[in-house]
């Protein structure tokens, strides 16, 4: 049985989506890396490279990255530590999905 | 007055399936019947059995061949080349007798099945019954059951075991005019694989019900007969049609739903069995037939994904593409993995396999997907109040 989330929870991964699809734009292996996590530990150690890559991102260019939903997702995996992969499942279909958007919006 | 003739059912998908279609046949033919495991019918007259015959070589002519545009604008008749009902061209067992012989068989089987026995009887190897063959049609190919190994005990890799089977003239009839039905299928030009659906049910009523709403929302079409039609820029008419089974099934259901039935009115059917045929390229001849079994672990979920975005395929998966990130050029065999993956995921209740369409391989990602769609199948599917 899958894990069935909150409104907000769900919001969460949503911006993080977000966030982490604007990283992978200019740092398409900081995405790679998050699909190839395999424990909790590792996914919250991954987040924290890309928190990072998100604040100097945001320092080089004009549009400031946001890293709060990412601090709130490593609370969230805190909190569903047994089933950290459904939540790396979600976050990767936004991430991917607002990569896309960012690359192909003109179409 | 003669009495009742009944045939009776067979518990095998195929046959079970066949049998309904006569059953259809013969409804058509204004013959009273009673569904009642298998079926049971009155005799039938001549002119019946002449209507009979003649409505099934009408649909031979219609569902075995499609229009063949050539490249200089030309049309013309073609045949479905990867069914195996055909040898070197022509039409094989009952298919391929004459109008007279049809009829013939077509009598005995319906009117004057002999019974009892004598040493020159054989057993049929399917309903256990003694027959004689008297129409030369009881040798087993594909063409009666599509599962059955060849004959040529050194290329089926079948040893040891009895690889010729025989078929009483029932069986062989039965099994030879199941590929008329409308049986929703689909075909993938690409690897040659075509995919044709059966609903799983024991109860032959139910199953006559179910193929009933099939077959009033399948179409005619050259590569598969669930499909959506569209207009082009040009003002030209396509088609769009699903390239695997899993697809298949929910376009299938989509075609329900658009003529007005709901999941519920075919019973949450969810046991479904997925005939695949593949073909090999120069001939376009049958290389093998495989069978899977398709359950929906979650069938009320599944209507509830079509009740908040109403079309899944072809609104969601079909309108996707796989894009390189590099080149920017579209790559049509990972686009086709990720449609399969993203419905298999929504059909069998599996997210993790519809996350897997979304993960970026070979430097390539998957896009076209409407954001409104997306957002409302997430919440649906993994959020607790499904609220967007």
């Known amino acids: 049985m899958m894990v069935q989330f909150e409104h907000e929870e769900m919001e969460t991964m949503r911006k993080s989506g977000q966030v982490i699809g604007k990283i992978a734009d200019r740092y398409i292996s900081d995405l790679y890396q998050l699909d190839r996590t395999r424990s909790a530990e590792e996914l919250i150690k991954q987040l924290k490279n890309l928190s990072l890559r998100a604040i100097s991102l945001g320092k080089r260019s004009d549009e400031s990255v946001y890293t709060e939903p990412l601090a709130n997702l490593m609370d969230l995996i805190n909190k569903y530590k047994d089933n950290h992969d459904e939540i790396k499942d979600i976050i990767i279909v936004y991430s991917t999905f607002y990569l896309g958007a960012i690359r192909y919006s003109n179409r | ?388």
């Open chain 2, 1 to 388: 007055m003669a009495s009742k003739i009944t045939i009776s059912q067979y518990y095998d998908w195929w046959f079970d399936n066949a049998l309904e279609f006569l059953g259809h046949l013969l409804e058509e033919v204004d013959v009273s019947l009673e569904w009642r495991n298998g079926i049971v019918f009155d005799p039938l007259d001549l002119d019946q059995i002449a209507q009979l015959v003649d409505n099934i070589e009408r649909l031979i002519k219609f569902k075995l061949t499609y229009q063949k545009v050539g490249k200089d604008g030309s049309h013309e008749k073609a045949n479905r080349a990867y069914l195996p009902t055909m040898h070197k061209g022509k039409y094989v067992n009952y298919l391929g007798k004459d109008t007279k012989v049809k009829q013939e068989i077509t009598n005995y089987i319906l009117n004057e099945k002999c019974e009892g026995k004598n040493s020159k009887m054989r057993i049929c190897d399917f309903c256990m019954s003694y027959y004689f063959d008297e129409f030369n049609i009881s040798q087993v190919s594909q063409t009666i059951y599509p599962v059955a190994t060849g004959s040529l005990k050194s290329q089926c890799g079948v040893r040891k075991m009895e690889t010729e089977y025989h078929a009483c003239p029932t069986c062989a009839f039965l099994g030879s005019i199941a590929w008329l039905d409308d049986n929703p299928f689909t075909c993938d030009t690409d690897n040659l694989t075509n995919y044709i659906l059966f609903p799983k049910v024991e109860d032959i009523s139910k199953l006559h019900l179910i193929k009933d709403i099939i077959r009033d929302s399948v179409k005619q079409g050259k590569n598969s007969n669930v499909m959506e039609i569209y207009k082009g820029r040009n003002g030209l008419e396509y088609e769009r049609y699903a390239k695997d089974e899993y697809s298949l099934l929910l376009s299938l259901f989509e075609q329900i739903m658009s003529i007005g039935y709901q999941i519920r009115s075919i019973g949450y059917q969810d046991e479904w069995i997925c005939l695949g045929i593949k073909g090999t390229h120069p001939t376009y001849q049958t290389r093998y037939s495989y069978l899977s079994e398709i359950k929906i672990p979650n069938v009320k979920n599944l209507e509830n994904i079509f009740r908040d975005i109403q079309k899944p395929y072809s609104n969601l998966v079909e309108k996707s593409f796989t894009k390189s990130l590099v080149t920017g050029k579209i790559n049509n065999d990972l686009g086709r993995d990720n449609k399969y993956l993203m419905s298999k995921g929504i059909v069998m209740d599996d997210f993790k396999t519809f996350a897997r369409a979304f993960r970026i391989r070979e430097n390539c990602i998957l896009t076209g997907i409407n954001k409104e769609l997306l957002y409302t199948l997430i919440s649906q599917w993994r959020c607790n109040d499904g609220a967007v």
